[in-house]
């Protein structure tokens, strides 16, 4: 096995895996499928490895990752170089891609983003995912950063502590009169499990958590919420659905505050709420415009995340694993 990366064939890779598809990689870099195909091919037998799975979209193996972690890290570091030396081309704004999940976005996200300074000329690609998804994107190569809820390091990448995401259990007032009865304490762990809910997608567990820690049971033994669900993909769609007595949701505390003060909302379970951490993961590289996007996340989640969205209350309940 040869141990040069021949950066032909590291960038047609990479070019696959942003494109998707072979043909779209083709285009892109103006030859034809058949040569794409070729290169990658090439690359597999240089590294004795699968670097791609071929299916539509491709996806990279986890060896194809590493190799796509390295096709990225030597484009930022080519441009750097270019800026330097002072070539041409190089005008062009800096792209930074970023992994980051709904809530954060409809809340601190795009606020922090607007601390960064303007002469740096940044373009932003914004990778929306779940927060326990987010640090996959970045394992892959896809993303350079990402706000996630793992603590845990990414190959690669440094890390560190955002603050905590306050969700709190809501629903439409009508809703709580009809399905809790309008009690002022906690409603039975099996009363909640029965009203119908609203979720995010199919991978939000947090309502589910939620009802588990009214059981007691963190391991999911007993206690889910209901089969009766609406499945609401975006933020601000999920708050508007609970709002308009659709089902009940876990809704971040600065999204419900104005709605509770309006009451358009009511806290069903006012002694009750789940704390998310929220961590800041991105590429081991000496990048100034990396750097400067993560100070500016830091103060806003500072401010954000442990202080505007968090009120004097109960104690939280903690996310079952985390």
């Known amino acids: 096995m040869m141990s040069e990366l021949p950066l032909d064939q590291v960038r047609t890779l990479l070019t696959v895996v942003d494109e998707g598809t072979f043909d779209a990689a083709a285009a892109v870099l103006h030859v034809t499928p058949s040569a ?6 090439a690359l597999e037998q240089r590294t004795g490895r699968v670097l791609l799975i071929r299916t539509k979209p491709v996806r990279p193996t986890e060896s194809g990752e590493a190799v796509v972690r390295f096709a990225r890290r030597l484009a930022r570091l080519e441009l750097d170089t270019r800026a330097e030396l002072g070539m041409t081309g190089t005008e062009e704004p800096t792209r930074l891609s970023i992994a980051v999940n709904a809530d954060s976005l409809a809340t601190w996200f795009l606020p922090a983003l607007s601390r960064v300074p303007g002469e740096l000329r940044l373009c932003y690609e914004l990778r929306r995912e779940d927060q326990d998804h987010t640090a996959a994107l970045l394992r892959e190569g896809l993303v350079m950063a990402a706000v996630t809820s793992s603590p845990d390091a990414v190959t690669g990448c440094s890390v560190r502590r955002l603050g905590r995401m306050r969700y709190v259990p809501v629903a439409s007032p009508a809703f709580t009169g009809r399905w809790f009865g309008g009690r002022s304490g906690t409603p039975a ?4 499990a029965d009203a119908p809910v609203v979720v995010f997608d199919r991978r939000d567990d ?5 009802v588990r820690a009214l059981f007691r049971d963190p391991h999911g033994r007993r206690g889910a919420s209901s089969v009766h669900r609406h499945l609401v993909p975006t ?4 708050v508007e659905a609970v709002a308009a007595g659709m089902g009940w949701g876990m809704v971040p505390d600065a999204q419900a505050a104005p709605l509770l003060r309006a009451g358009r909302l009511v806290r069903f379970a006012p002694d009750r709420q ?3 951490p929220l961590f800041w993961q991105q590429w081991k590289l000496d ?3 990396l750097a400067a996007v993560a100070e500016a996340v830091a103060a806003e989640a500072a401010a954000s995340l442990d202080g505007g969205f968090r009120r004097p209350g109960p104690a939280p309940t903690p996310v079952p694993g985390s």
């Open 36 to 41: 794409v195909s070729q290169r990658v091919k």
């Open 189 to 192: 762990p099996e009363v909640v």
């Open 206 to 210: 947090i309502q589910d958590a939620f």
């Open 235 to 238: 933020s601000e769609g999920f």
């Open 274 to 276: 789940i704390d998310v």
């Open 287 to 289: 990048f100034p415009a």
